[in-house]
């Protein structure tokens, strides 16, 4: 079992950055694919981004790309999300996610490990 715990999310300004990060416990995440996923109100858990389990493979929503970054440092059993540029559709429950794979994984019902989420609200 891995648990994972988002950062605290917040309130920006749009055009504005917030980095979230997403911390494992129980198990080290160096063999498990992360990804991050998001959910606004009356809407279904998107995806946002992805990662594979050394970090060299990424994948990103057309609705992200070019503005937010995935990452992680395995050392620190942590990912991360670096959002630039926010607009005030990003709006939404971020959820952190984990699954044992070697892969990039963009579908949500792929993985197996969620965190609570954290809430971001930018505002125009």
């Known amino acids: 079992q891995v648990q994972l715990v988002e950062s605290r999310g917040g309130l920006v300004q749009a055009g504005g950055s917030l980095r979230l990060s997403c911390a494992a416990s129980?198990?080290?995440?160096?063999?498990?694919?992360m990804g991050w996923f998001r959910q606004a109100p009356g809407k279904e858990r998107e995806f946002v981004a992805a990662?594979?389990?050394?970090?060299?493979?990424?994948s990103y929503a057309d609705s992200v790309k070019g503005r937010f970054t995935i990452s992680r440092d395995n050392a620190k059993n942590t990912v991360y999300l670096q959002m630039n540029s926010l607009k005030p559709e990003d709006t939404a429950v971020y959820y952190c996610?984990?699954?044992?794979?070697?892969?990039?994984?963009?579908?949500?019902?792929?993985?197996?490990?969620w965190g609570q989420g954290t809430q971001v609200t930018v505002s125009s």
């Open positions: 129980g198990r080290t995440i160096s063999s498990y694919a």
């Open positions: 990662i594979s389990r050394g970090g060299g493979r990424t």
């Open positions: 996610a984990a699954r044992i794979s070697a892969s990039v994984i963009i579908t949500r019902v792929a993985y197996d490990y």
